[in-house]
């Protein structure tokens, strides 16, 4: 492989990328806007067509930030590597640091702290331009602003120790630093998802045990019908940020949390919301939790390994605009080039990640058909996707691409099934 060779890839695999977001953002706009009159037979009953139109203009609107988000980063990404960003940064930062420990990790705070900078408008936009217009805007801006401050003194704290070490393992492990450097990371990350119910979370929002004695009574025969332990139900004040509405689970072992936000409690009734927790307790009861973390091990395997062979390549770095240093370790650039870049090189995989997210999203609505009543986790899977102005007809291939989540029809009709009695023949 050849320096310039491996532009031409990181170029052409790249046009791809962007190619193919473009076209799917477009293929979602005109799928939804063509479909926009009329409310779909299914939710005819349930849904008005003044929300429906609301959704696909709301999607419309996310779409075209999305677009413009895409047009951003790709600049700043060039800017950063081809257009010699990130060797501007090494030789400025060099000449006044040396080439130690504190270097490489300046060098990684720097570009996080351009590319924050570039997003922050974006999200400014966000919140308070698109989700302001459609009514779902309930922060200030000095909430937004604290929750900026708070986030980067976060990534700070947590970011530069991990980063640190890697970088010291890197130096001192020899060749397999990185099995030893994907131990430290799987570490980090169970005490990551253990902590973050009790410390992180709390930062940001305030978590309250769930005091409604009806819908606890519900709640707690649920679990006991599900065999389920868990150290409490809680309460979320999301309103103070969205009228979104959410439900979710977290934590791990004994830490484990259930966490409605206030925003559902208000609008769903009690056999709804037991039906959303039926389908939430699916996820853990069915170990979807415990398979995405081994998967995020297998897959952070793969990376640090790719990350270890890729960094010892001249092409590597010469490819990606950057001159390797001859006289010093190159690590902290190898680990801000592999980050930058390696994004452009997965997302061909985003597709899979959505595939096997939406067989866990089908067989937790299973297993809450079977303990709570399907008919009433359709009617919260209504409601909910009405106040969040989600799309009732999005475009299929944008949809099998990038969703997370099924399309509520087939959602439906697939819980519908499931509560129809079995037929004797
Ligand atoms: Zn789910």
């Known amino acids: 492989m050849t320096a310039a060779l491996f532009t031409w890839i990181f170029l052409a695999v790249l046009a791809l990328n962007v190619g193919l977001k473009y076209w799917l953002a477009s293929r979602q706009v ?52 081809l257009c010699g960003g990130l060797q501007l940064l090494c030789d400025a930062l060099g000449a006044w640091l040396g080439h130690g420990l504190l270097f490489q990790l300046a060098l990684a705070a720097s570009v996080v702290l351009i590319v924050s900078l570039v997003d922050l408008p974006i999200e400014w936009h966000r919140q308070f331009r698109v989700e302001q217009a459609f ?28 980063l640190a070490l890697i970088l010291t393992l890197m130096q001192v492990a020899g060749p397999y630093w990185w099995m030893y450097g994907w131990l430290v990371w799987c570490g980090f990350t169970l005490l990551l998802t253990v902590l973050f119910p009790i410390v992180i979370a709390p930062l940001f ?10 819908l606890l009574q519900r709640i707690q025969a649920l679990l006991g019908r599900t065999g389920f332990h868990t150290s409490g139900v809680y309460t979320m004040d999301g309103s103070r940020r969205s009228a979104h509405g959410n439900a979710y689970f977290t934590g791990l072992g004994s830490a484990k949390r259930i966490v409605f936000f206030d925003t559902l409690l208000e609008r769903l009734q009690p056999p709804e919301i037991e039906a959303v927790l039926a389908h939430e307790l699916g996820h853990f009861r069915l170990r979807h939790v415990r398979k995405r973390l081994l998967l995020g ?4 395997f793969l990376v640090l390994f790719a990350l270890s062979w890729l960094m010892q390549r001249a092409w590597f770095y010469q490819g990606l605009g950057v001159q390797p240093l001859l006289q010093a370790r190159n690590d902290g650039v190898a680990v ?5 870049v390696m994004p452009v ?5 985003a597709p899979l990640a959505s595939l096997l997210s939406r067989r866990h999203e089908f067989a937790a609505d299973e297993f809450a058909a079977r303990h709570a009543s399907p008919g009433a986790l359709i009617a919260a899977l209504i409601k909910l996707y009405k106040d969040n102005a989600t799309t009732l007809t999005p475009d299929p291939i944008h949809s099998t691409f990038y969703n997370s989540h099924p399309p509520a029809s087939i959602r439906i009709e697939r819980l519908l099934r499931l509560q129809a009695p079995a037929t004797v023949s």
């Open 297 to 300: 091990f297998a897959a952070s």
């Open 30 to 81: 005109h799928y939804v806007l063509q479909r926009s009159d009329a409310v779909p037979e299914q939710f005819a009953d349930q849904v008005s067509l003044e929300a429906h139109r609301k959704a696909a203009s709301y999607t419309v609107a996310k779409q075209r930030l999305a677009m413009i988000e895409t047009g951003l980063s790709t600049v700043l990404l060039l800017l950063l590597t």
């Open 336 to 340: 801000v080039l592999f980050v930058l």
């Open 135 to 162: 009514g779902f805007n309930r922060m200030t801006p000095a909430l937004f602003l604290a929750d900026t401050v708070k986030s980067i003194a976060l990534s700070v704290a947590i970011g530069l120790p991990l």
């Open 205 to 214: 929002n305030r978590f309250t045990p769930l005091a409604d004695s009806e």
């Open 345 to 349: 090189f997965t997302f061909l995989l």
